[in-house]
DNA sequence: CTGAAAGCGCTAACAA
DNA sequence: TTGTTAGCGCTTTCAG
């Protein structure tokens, strides 16, 4: 069907094996002996096929990537800062969405694997019940390095870089209450994901450092999505005592939060300061000016691929497991959103 | 190194080839025989190397997907859509984002014909002058089928599914002057992508037809991004003869031209009817109302994913090319903003 | 500096 | 119903 090496060596009229070397680089080769199998690669418009080659030397040069949602702008800088990386190094990556799914990423690592990648990056599934047995030896059987980024999986320690949600929750809040803030309403995630359970807990401590105390009322713990963050802001609006601010704990709920707000007229930060975690471009370019915690993306990707090619290299070495985790804080972007009107 | 189909059939006291025959289901195999084995495997965790498959079979499953930019939604949703595609036949696809650049975009062929894909989907980088002929000798001669998602590659009629940028810009902008426009800007892109061009043609044939003549001071093409199209709109708000309405014809472009207004606080509609083309999910959600053209992304990443599996198995009875194009129509979204104030 | 040949893990005739 | 064997395209000793 395509083209081989089989016919290069024919057509330059050398043996395979000279024609494997003018590829590779490897060994003597004359000069002029390479020029004529380079000439004939033109000739015939030959490709190498990763396919054999793979098989041969038993390296793949690919590593398999994992993450919950493409379509959310924070995967998609993660994501850039991992290609970056990859592409530094000469590896490719196979990309996998898993739709936050634990079905569609259990399907992705066997994917993976028949792949025979040699190294994975992934943020698992956020929900951790979805984190059984199955799950955790499937991760632990797998045999290549395994770095997790800014997920948590239960029960096992894995090497990954994370965030510091609960430091950038803190920050943010701090801030409001250093601009005068007192009654601060949270909308938060689930709290058995990571993220939703750290950010509630900066939250806390902000609160707690100064001396505020925690009304129950103004806690909305759910899921992490628009329609949901549109329901809870208006009943924040209906609260007899009604805060002052509100801190969104995430990117999807902003733009609910956001609509709620627009229906009733009410501006921010005059009528309601809002801060938010991870940025959300539309919102910050039109000028709406919301402060937000903005958590590390692209460096992460960066770091995480980092780290899995050193691992990549020491798995030769020695046959040791190294547990090392990076912790990445979040930047606060103070807008404006941040102060309480006069 | 990793566990194969040899130790397989060592564990279970039969051939290779038993081991493969349950492996794929083919052929006959004793039930008990087939538990055995599968008992091995399970014993071992084996995972099959579609690599070795890959080389044996002469077939990977899998096709390459070409894309400018992951981060773009409207290029999220036809990821969706094709991948939705792609998991219903079981084939594996292997995403490439190209920045919108040539270079990358080659780079990115090459390695898709190492890795042996059956076939390449893609977005073309949308500057026409990028395709020399280098380039079109190299899409020309993969020997693989190729199909186009809504790209234009100069002098060469490639399968595809595109969408009618003409038709859609013409129904919206139809709605600007139903409801009584008559001064209509419009902020476009680059005049050599495809859908620059054709989006201006329906601007143009939308006022032709209703006899509304072409002002020149009106007419804003240049690059598809925020920071241009707010300059764009500043100047457009400073024009003597003030539009009424204008047409924001991409949907990076509309952020910078909703920043526009928002810093003079006029408000949309009644200070400036606004029209775009593509969603932005987030303005939308937050209730800014702005009506827009959107193309059928999810269907178009479906309908592309389709023709290809269709030339696929073409490809096998004849050896020809078949050349087929499918259009699809945007729809047109009316949220109250092409009304004229009263 | 170059060639011959074994082998990577699997499939697919062909035999048995 | 099962086993034997010849490749798939490439790399890599080991000889020459």
């Not at 024609?19 to 020029?35: A, I, Q």
């Not at 902003?254 to 919102?283: H, R, T, Y």
């Amino acid at each position: 069907m395509s083209v081989t090496i089989k016919d290069i060596a024919k057509a330059a009229d050398v043996s395979l094996a000279t024609v494997s070397r003018v590829l590779n680089g490897s060994g003597y080769v004359k000069e002029t002996t390479r020029e004529k199998v380079h000439d004939a690669i033109k000739q015939l418009h030959y490709t190498p096929s990763a396919i054999a080659r793979s098989l041969s030397t038993n390296k793949t040069n690919t590593i398999g990537v994992i993450i919950p949602d493409i379509n959310n702008p924070f995967f998609g800088e993660v994501i850039k800062g991992i290609t970056q990386v990859a592409d530094e190094h000469q590896l490719n990556i196979i990309l996998c969405d898993t739709d936050d799914c634990k079905e569609k990423e259990l399907k992705a690592i066997k994917l993976l694997r028949e792949q025979r990648i040699e190294g994975i990056l992934m943020t698992p599934t956020y929900g951790e019940e979805a984190h059984d047995s199955a799950y955790m030896s499937t991760l632990d059987n797998l045999g290549i390095p395994v770095i997790l980024m800014d997920g948590h999986v239960k029960y096992a320690n894995y090497s990954g870089v994370f965030i510091d949600h609960v430091q950038g929750a803190y920050d943010g809040v701090e801030a409001l209450i250093h601009a005068g803030h007192e009654k601060i309403a949270i909308i938060n995630g689930r709290l058995d994901s990571r993220p939703a359970k750290e950010r509630f807990l900066g939250y806390k401590k902000a609160l707690n450092k100064y001396a505020i105390p925690l009304h129950e009322q103004y806690i909305f713990n759910g899921e992490y999505d628009h329609e949901r963050a549109y329901t809870m802001t208006k009943k924040i609006l209906l609260l007899e005592d009604r805060p002052t601010a509100i801190f969104v704990s995430n990117n999807l709920s902003m733009l609910g939060c956001v609509k709620a707000l627009n229906e009733q007229s009410l501006s921010i930060p005059d009528d309601m300061a809002i801060l938010g975690f991870d940025k959300v471009d539309a919102l910050n370019i039109i000028g709406m000016n919301i402060s937000f915690i903005n958590g590390p993306t692209t460096l992460m990707g960066k770091t995480g691929m980092n780290m899995l090619i050193e691992s990549l290299e020491k798995q030769k070495d020695v046959h040791m497991r190294e547990l090392k985790q990076i912790t990445l804080l979040p930047e606060l972007h103070l807008k404006g959103s941040e102060k309480k009107s006069v």
